[in-house]
């Protein structure tokens, strides 16, 4: 399996824009998550699913994220508007049959808005 | 509440010197599970070990090596005679059943230097 892939690795955008980050996860995997990744506030999970359920967006900052997992294979996670201090590393990570399994993480997404 | 602390942000060692870094979590439940993960300069989470509540045996994985202790709430991590290539951020995580989601202490990041 090639793992969970994260697309794009880089994207640099201007304050007011939509950025969309992508993520396919692996294969079978029931659980997918998004994490952002700071130098400030480290690792934060901001949402989680599970069969394709968002079931807890409590971790996502404001209305101006969104995320969405239209199907088993695929997962996407909206800034609109961005802004400055959404400049960080978007990690997408997936699991197996339970929370309490090892999660795989992808290489992630390291945004830049300027 | 739950937490994770790392206390050593950073640490340098000399190649084959070993090195502990250290992790102490709170939680108020009985079931939970610690976890360490390694983050290389390629960004990616790597999974290295996942310990329950109930298993308080130490694990050695090759040069790795895992103390858990819960009478000081402690799951320190030690790297036996460490190379260059252990250079990494490293995390360590805790998840507990009632908490449903996993939160990442800092991390600490490790200089190995030839």
């Known amino acids: 399996d090639a793992g969970v892939i994260q697309s794009p690795r880089h994207e640099v955008t201007e304050m007011g824009q939509e950025v969309t980050l992508r993520c396919k996860p692996i294969s079978g995997h029931d659980y997918l998550f998004w994490y952002r990744q700071t130098m400030m506030r480290g690792l934060e999970l901001l949402i989680y699913f599970n069969n394709n359920v968002p079931i807890d967006d409590s971790g996502m900052p404001e209305d101006r994220f969104s995320a969405k997992m239209p199907n088993a294979s695929f997962s996407t996670l909206k800034i609109q508007p961005s802004e400055p201090r959404d400049s960080a590393v978007y990690f997408c990570?997936?699991?197996?049959?339970?929370?309490?399994?090892?999660?795989?993480f992808g290489q992630g997404t390291r945004l830049t808005v300027v | 509440a739950q937490k994770v602390t790392q206390a050593q942000t950073e640490i340098s060692v000399v190649e084959k010197e070993d090195v502990t870094l250290d992790c102490v979590y709170e939680?108020?439940?009985?079931?939970?599970?610690l976890f360490w993960y390694k983050q290389p300069p390629s960004g990616e989470l790597v999974f290295l070990i996942r310990r329950n509540s109930f298993d308080e045996q130490n694990e050695i994985s090759g040069r790795y090596s895992w103390n858990f202790q819960k009478s000081t709430s402690s799951f320190n991590f030690t790297i036996t005679a460490s190379q260059v290539v252990d250079s990494a951020v490293y995390f360590c995580a805790l998840y507990n059943t009632g908490g449903f989601k996993t939160i990442f202490g800092a991390g600490t990041r490790l200089f190995v230097k030839a």
């Open positions: 939680t108020r439940d009985t079931t939970y599970y």
């Open positions: 990570a997936s699991s197996a049959g339970n929370l309490n399994t090892e999660a795989f």
